[in-house]
């Protein structure tokens, strides 16, 4: 998962559902700022894969509150999931899950494809719906993903991020890049090898020095430190290399 929403840019919106046999609206769509990172780092770390059911037609639908072709934002869904729809709990009827797949092409998906959104499908495992997934995407426009190991899932995700916030990117070679003036903000991720203990900084071009542990509220820089890589935003960072 984004870590702490940092991937988000200031301005734009941002929600969070997590979905197994009911479907938890963790984070609702607001404009996307410090506190809703925090907030959304938080709850991200609630999310777990103990439910028994697979409630992706009506998670699918819930997503789709405040998607309009009006609404001034380019939409796109990401969905992770390791399973496919399955509602027969106890008491259900027998052809649920087929009417709960019908549901979601017939109903669903054209609320999204009516606002020109897209949905991007990450497939967790291969008990996942992968032909359903691969449909959900290609009805919407969107990207079909697998992800195996945590590895291959942050980066399939980061692909499919990339795909719903296009953003400018720039070359690094011998570990330097360059910002020019007209940058107001920039992401770097910067991944290391498993098992390496080896800290991450960035030099400015005046030289100031910018890590995990000098990171903070009075400094213009958001830093997410995990296992294998750091994430890291700059505001207003001084044009150069």
């Not at 907030?39 to 998670?59: C, D």
């Not at 009006?70 to 399973?83: A, C, K, P, R, Y």
């Amino acid at each position: 998962f984004c870590p702490e929403g940092s991937c988000f840019p200031n301005g734009a919106q941002g929600g969070l559902w997590a979905f197994g046999r009911q479907v938890n609206m963790m984070v609702p769509p607001s404009t996307v700022n410090d506190a809703w990172r925090k907030a959304t780092k938080e709850k991200a770390q609630l999310i777990n894969s103990s439910g028994l059911y697979t409630n992706l037609t009506e998670a699918i639908d819930r997503a789709s509150w405040k998607v309009s072709a009006d609404s001034g934002f380019d939409h796109s869904l990401i969905v992770l999931t390791d399973g496919r729809i399955d509602m027969r709990e106890q008491g259900a009827a027998a052809d649920i899950d087929a009417t709960e797949r019908k549901r979601l092409i017939e109903t669903v998906l054209p609320k999204f494809t009516a606002a020109g959104a897209r949905i991007h499908t990450l497939a967790l495992s291969d008990a996942a719906d992968k032909e359903l997934l691969q449909q959900i995407a290609q009805l919407t426009g969107g990207l079909y993903l697998e992800a195996h190991t945590a590895d291959d899932l942050l980066k399939v995700f980061l692909k499919a991020f990339d795909r719903a916030v296009p953003a400018e990117q720039v070359p690094m070679t011998d570990n330097r890049f360059v910002i020019d003036k007209s940058v107001k903000e920039f992401t770097a991720l910067i991944f290391r090898k498993p098992g390496s203990n080896k800290n991450v900084q960035l030099v400015a071009p005046d030289g100031t020095i910018y890590s995990a542990e000098n990171s903070g509220e009075d400094r213009p820089v958001r830093w997410a430190r995990e296992l294998n890589f750091d994430l890291i935003t700059i505001i207003a960072p001084e044009p150069g290399e």
